[in-house]
């Protein structure tokens, strides 16, 4: 005798509301337990395995798999349940609407997953990290993509489901017709925004990690969604700005091509400063740092003013980072040196005073520090 008989046969010795208790919770305790198994068996391989799509999975499918597969199970023996033609539907209904939903999660979940997989392949420690950080903003912005449609998707999906609502529904899907023209031009704004992700994403001025400056901040390129940008600042602080704002605005990418980076830092002294005594001081003190990647290195007077001239001092870093702080050690080591060693070469303001007494006008030179 086939399952279907045997269970069709159990339940005439059952009254109809127990025998669909007994039923529905049977399913689910044999949904949760299957669950269970493999929820076990996964967490067994997280354990002795560095793979990181197990630990993904757990984390990630664990609370939709929790609703899912009891409601597969739930939605098995439906069929078998004595129920009503009115209460069939409807319980089926709900068993239905909940599948859809939970199924969605999965779905989102399998994204995440994937997401998560491939951030682990792509990894942003690397010193020369533009390839990463290049797929990296694709990826993240794929999966809000991803995530969107799904989302949409599940709202179709359910309002097909019903018999008054699909008309509803299909619209959803289609997406045409004088409402969605209507909404577009309302929504001008957050449609722009959502274009200019798209250019963002595949175009690339910049990318995840990137160094900015936007707004006279410096920062780094914490996230980018389908319609803002967040930049995290060096304070910490988080400037948001609509994503529509990198296309239309300029701004600094300090990393577009390559992390590496070229510091300058500039000095104002007196005319009597020995230059070379300097320029060596300052290769000295380059060479023994460990922020100066070896590329480059150049002191050099680029200026005449009336009271001082420029020195500019050049070296080149690893990353933005290296960069900044190379430029200080810089600032500060030979500053002291000059206070040290040339005091009187800091800037100094001259006057020229003549004699009243004296109608020659014989020049008295009176020098201010």
Known sequence: MQLPDQLNQLSTHFSPLLWNILLGVASVF?????RFILHGILSYYTRYSSHIVFKSIVKNLKGPANFFIPLFFLNMVVPFMVLTRTEGQRFDKAVEIGLILSFSLMLIGIVKVSEEVLYNKYDLKKADNLRERKIRTQLQFVRQLVVVGIVMLTAAAILLSFENLRKIGAGLLTGVGIGGIIIGFAAQSSLSNLLAGFQI????PMRIDDAVVVEGEYGNVEEITLTYVVVRVWDQRRLILPI??????????WTRTTSELLGTVFFYLDFSIPVGELRKEFDRLIESSPLWDKRVKALQVTDMKERSVEVRTLASARNSADAFDLRCYIRETLMLFIQKNYPESFPKNRSEVTNSNNNQG???DLIKK
Do not use: D, S
């Not at 044999?30 to 299957?34: A, D, H, K, S, Y």
């Open 244 to 253: 529509r704002y990198f296309i239309e605005k300029p701004f600094q990418n």
């Open 362 to 364: 014989i020049p008295i």
């Open 201 to 204: 994403a595949f175009t690339q």
């Open 30 to 34: 044999f949904g949760i337990l299957v």
